[in-house]
């Protein structure tokens, strides 16, 4: 038996919680550093430091799962080393190479693995790779010095409540710009939308629907989220295309298992809000939340209804969260190369 914490495992939320060990490498005279774990959980960085100034900066999210057979794994972390790769990029930012993220990466699973929660518990454990410009800047450009850390917690469900229908409302502002930032992980999209955020949660709605930016016409995603919706005959799960939504492992994934593994026809596509009541089920896919169903959507007062509303999923849904649960915990054959095995 793996020696593990006294903690609630089933009543853990989704807040920090410092773990034993972190990693951390730092970028300087133009090349990173062999890089180490630590326990130190505090960052000293300059007090002009870019991140500071101009919010150079981005994350990854995924999450590390103890499987039915016992074994520690995580799910398809190369896609979140070649994402985090892909906006530090468009941040001109140094990339931290694609495989000396996952080499990271189990070392941070293997030094916290008494913070794994067990199988069946409900919760993960949350690992947040991120990055951001630590030398000093005051003219408006990139920073020479960069730190990359990769830190873990455990965490239990996203939204309370667990796998419930939520209801969320169509924001009347944009979080992403039609030619800015919305397809990568960067902290500056979540400080754009922290006060769409609060005035959704003033009205009762735990998140925005937002519309794309230029027309205010089609549906885009959430704050954290991508967007699916069922057709009403059951048969098609269509999920929005955009060139300002991030594209989303969970959505990617799903892609996949609807089409080779429930035998549903998928479609990608621009999807107008105008058309959202035709479907018989929607849902929010992300690491965080993995699905969460949506039973309302309020559009300027108006709701938009799906199947039982908040009372239940829908069954693709429910066969959706199944599927790619049962994949993430070994209950269910994984598509090659989708379990990352780390311990
Ligand atoms: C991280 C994120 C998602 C979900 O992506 P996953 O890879 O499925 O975790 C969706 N939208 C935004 C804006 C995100 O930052």
Not at 318 to 331: P, R, S
Request: glycine share 10%.
């Amino acid at each position: 038996m793996r020696k593990i914490k006294d903690l609630d495992w089933s009543n853990l939320g989704f807040q920090y919680r410092s773990c034993d060990s972190r990693y951390v490498s730092h970028y300087k005279d133009g090349a990173w550093d062999e890089g180490a774990l630590t326990d130190d959980p505090n960052v000293v960085i300059n007090e002009c430091a870019g991140v500071l100034q101009y919010c150079q900066e981005c994350f990854e999210g995924l999450k590390a799962y103890e499987t039915v057979n016992g074994d520690i794994v995580c799910f398809r972390p190369e896609l979140n080393a070649k994402r985090m790769a892909d906006t530090a990029a468009y941040l001109c930012m140094p990339p931290f190479p694609e495989d000396r993220f996952l080499t990271a990466l189990d070392m941070v699973v293997k030094a916290n693995l008494e913070y794994v929660p067990p199988y069946g518990s409900g919760a993960s454990l949350y690992i947040r790779p991120y990055m951001f410009a630590s030398g000093p800047v005051i003219g408006v450009k990139p920073s020479d010095e960069y730190m990359f850390r990769i830190i873990a917690m455990p965490v239990g469900p996203y939204f309370k409540g667990g796998f419930k229908p939520i209801s969320i409302m169509v924001s009347d502002f944009d979080r992403a710009a039609p030619r800015g930032t919305g397809h990568i992980k960067a902290g500056l999209n979540y400080a754009m939308s922290l006060h769409a955020h609060e005035v959704a949660k003033e009205a009762g709605y735990p998140e925005n629907m937002f519309l794309d930016p230029k027309e205010h016409r089609y549906v885009e995603e959430t704050g954290g989220a991508n967007f699916y919706f069922i057709s009403a005959d059951g048969s098609t799960f269509v999920t929005p295309k955009s060139d300002s939504i991030l594209p989303s492992i969970t959505r990617r994934s799903l892609v996949y298992v609807a089409e080779h593994m429930l035998g549903l026809k998928v479609e990608e596509r621009r999807i107008e809000l105008s058309e959202i009541g035709q479907f018989s089920e929607c849902g929010l896919c992300g690491t965080a939340a993995v699905i969460s169903p949506v039973g309302v959507v309020n559009d300027h007062g108006k709701d938009i209804v799906f199947g039982k509303g908040l009372e239940d999923a829908g069954p693709v849904t429910k066969k959706l969260y199944e599927t790619l649960t049962g994949i993430q915990l070994g209950k269910i054959e994984a598509p090659c190369g989708w379990i990352h095995k780390i311990a």
